[in-house]
């Protein structure tokens, strides 16, 4: 390890870092622009200079190698010369906008002018103008605040893997450009966040508020399985934006546009009283007494088997648990967290879970993605492995519908004929696997919701264990086998056992009961992905936060509290337990899910044995221990396939289920700023391969 003198005190060093990492080691700090942690060196904003022993001139600290007896200096008087002299001439072009920015109270430029820049500028000429560049409608330009860091190409073309931003011309005349078209990532947003000055802000919370007026609340998202960690910043009683917060293991500091962006949909269409359908058909407000009234008239004398509950996507695991235990205080074992019907869960946990962890993709050598579309059911899930891949070349091979991933893949097949071959030895990426120390399965979702789901996940099974991605052949610590998960609340629900108790229907069976009149009484616990006219003429409760199918078909409806508005428990797609915390409250009479059960069971003589949060945790660990570990991964023994499992696959192709990734619950159907993605982004590419919109 290299020995170098900052600033007077000597310091050892890991070999391999800059000289600008080194320095931030001894507690010296260093500006920047251009310099990004996760983005490869470009040193072209020179803030970073600091003086090295018998070197003519100031050095860029962050383009430079540390070395062995290197002796820094950071606060010198020439190195203070040097930061004022690169600080006047960024400001030079720079506009005297600060007050009308977005950027302002949280804008790099402006707290390194005050800490390195002069109070005056020599500069008399006109300072230049760039036009407005066009990138889509969440990000708004204002091009001549632009310093071309080149942050946002570098982060376009290495995170992302969308090549659609530039630098244009040389010199005075530089400029980033797009061309005049929109930027197609998921990712997008994240521009806005590594821009170090104005010149890409958010256009949906362009002049909403300041920094200092906000409320900021670290949570975590629930719009897909990756449980991304975010801080929402509210003001009075509304959600003002979703920023992304830092944790290396699961989302490192990025999040996807849908988790930013769709938060305008939390004030829309909401659910904010008690609604009862009347003899007439319509829906009309009503009490909590009177729905209470409704529900438990209905429930007296009811067989407790002609009753069943579905929990939706976007579901907590306290409400999941008061429902169950709700549930089974009624006597009915028909429940299902499953709304997409997958034929996962009541065995292993290493069955249903992402084995591999979110950051162990970064030690895979090889990588089968089986019908999934990573880079849309679970964007940071893409990003990893999109980073695996310029790291190693990581050969990465897909059996399924063809999808356009941010990384070279191959093309196996469609369906369960090449898993099948796969299974058999058969095959090129066969040969890949075998070699491999540490492969990897990602199985999608939507693969396993199938009416052979259980057979295809027993397949992907068998292959784990031939290829040694898990069991007896895998290296010590490493299981491979991972199913990748779409929903939220999937994984808290597996964990609980929201399933089918003996004798029980699960969500298929439920809905054909229903439609034949066997099940009388549904209880929707926010499920609207279902196709809700299978429902017949069952009674249908639908508890949750917004006007979406599931309160559409209701004949009472009970204002829930969206992710945003209660303290609420989560298990991500790798089995990690992660806390919600409450930013705002509920709007109007909505309450908290748990609370609603609670009282309920009160009305109908079947009291849940808890009255506050702390009790029903308490409850949530002694059903399932693993509630306990918060912001854990508990390692999940491995279980293989049964003898002849995997015999009774279909040869259908494998699809996939997400067509519109701006649009896949309640929330961000009531958004309009993903309203706006769909319209930019999904509708020309239907119209473009002819598929309905």
């Known amino acids: 390890m290299p020995k170098l003198t900052i600033n007077g005190r000597e310091i050892e060093v890991p070999g391999g870092i800059t000289v600008l990492q080194a320095c931030e080691l001894a507690g010296a700090e260093i500006p920047r622009f251009c310099y990004h942690e996760r983005l490869s060196v470009a040193g072209n904003c020179r ?4 003086e090295m022993e018998r070197a003519p001139k100031p050095i860029a600290s962050c383009a430079m190698p540390v070395a062995d007896g290197m002796v820094i200096s950071t606060d010198s008087e020439k190195v203070r ?5 690169v600080m006047e001439f960024l400001l030079i072009n720079h506009p005297l906008d600060c007050p009308i920015c977005d950027q302002g109270g949280e804008c790099d430029l402006q707290d390194q002018s005050m800490a390195y820049g002069y109070d005056h500028s020599r500069y008399q000429e006109n300072k230049r103008a760039v036009k407005e560049k066009y990138m889509g409608p969440l990000i708004k330009t204002i091009m001549t605040r632009c310093i071309q860091c080149t942050r946002c190409v570098r982060f376009a073309t290495e995170i992302a893997g969308v090549e659609e931003l530039g630098l244009l011309n040389r010199g005075e005349h530089a400029e980033i450009t797009t061309l005049e078209k929109a930027i197609d990532s998921e990712l997008s947003g994240n521009l806005v966040d590594i821009c170090p000055v104005g010149a890409l802000t958010s256009a949906p919370y362009a002049f909403a ?11 975590v998202d629930v719009l897909d399985a990756v449980g991304s960690n975010i801080r929402v910043d509210a003001r009075g009683r509304q959600v003002m934006r979703v920023l ?3 944790h290396e293991d699961v989302n490192e500091e990025w ?3 849908k988790t930013r962006h769709a938060c305008d949909g939390l004030a829309r269409q909401r659910l904010d009283k008690p609604y009862l359908r009347g003899a007439d058909g319509k829906l009309r407000p009503a009490s909590w007494e009177e729905a209470f009234e409704a529900i438990a008239a209905k429930l007296e004398g009811l067989d407790p088997t002609r009753s069943a509950a579905i929990a939706g996507d976007l579901c907590d695991a306290e409400s999941m648990l008061a429902l169950k235990d709700f549930m089974g205080g009624l006597g009915s074992p028909n429940l299902d967290c499953r709304q997409d019907g997958a034929k996962v869960g009541g065995g292993p946990r290493s069955g249903y879970l992402f084995n591999t962890t979110i950051a162990g993709i970064e030690q895979a050598d090889a990588v089968l993605i089986v019908g999934s579309d990573p880079r849309h059911e679970a964007a940071l899930v893409n990003a990893r492995l999109r980073k695996r891949f310029l790291a190693t070349g990581l050969p990465v091979g897909v059996i399924g519908a063809p999808v356009e991933l941010t990384f070279e893949t191959r093309h196996l097949g469609s369906g369960p004929e090449t898993l099948k071959e796969l299974a058999a030895g058969k095959g090129a990426f066969a040969e890949i696997l075998e070699k ?3 492969p990897m399965l990602i199985l999608g979702s939507g693969a396993v919701a199938r009416a052979d789901g259980a057979a295809v996940h027993a397949l992907c099974l068998a292959i784990a264990e031939r290829y040694g991605l898990a069991g007896d052949k895998a290296p010590e610590g490493w299981n491979g086998f991972n199913l990748l998960q779409r929903a939220a609340s999937r994984v808290g629900g597996l964990e609980l056992g929201f399933l089918p108790g ?4 699960d969500t298929e069976a439920i809905l054909e009961a229903a439609s034949q009149g066997a099940i009388e009484f549904v209880w929707l616990l926010g499920a609207d992905e279902l196709d809700m006219a299978r429902l017949g003429s069952a009674f249908v409760v639908y508890q949750g936060h917004h006007g979406d199918a599931g309160a559409h078909r209701a004949d009472v409806i009970l204002p829930g509290a969206a992710y945003t508005e209660k303290n609420a428990t989560y298990v991500n797609t790798e089995g990690r337990v992660q806390l919600g915390r409450l930013a705002v409250f509920p709007p109007g009479e909505a309450r908290e899910d748990w609370t609603i059960l609670r009282a309920l069971s009160e009305r109908v003589g079947q009291r849940l044995p808890y009255d506050n949060l702390g009790e029903l945790r308490r409850r949530l660990i002694e059903t399932a221990p693993v509630f306990a570990a918060l912001d854990r991964v508990e390692p999940a023994p491995w279980q293989g396939p049964a003898a002849g499992a995997g015999d009774a696959v279909s040869d259908a192709p494998f699809g996939l289920p997400v067509e519109n990734f701006y649009m896949t619950d309640p929330i961000s159907r009531a958004s309009s700023t993903m309203a706006k993605c769909t319209e930019a982004f999904v509708l020309p590419k239907r119209a ?6």
């Open 436 to 438: 491999a120390e540490r």
């Open 47 to 50: 803030m970073c200079l600091v």
């Open 502 to 505: 003996e004798g029980g229907l």
């Open 244 to 246: 992304p917060r830092l």
């Open 688 to 693: 473009a391969t002819g598929t309905d919109g």
């Open 255 to 257: 999040i996807n546009d």
């Open 81 to 85: 010369k040097a930061r004022n002299g």
């Open 209 to 219: 508020a300041r920094p200092w007026e906000l409320r900021k609340t670290p949570s």
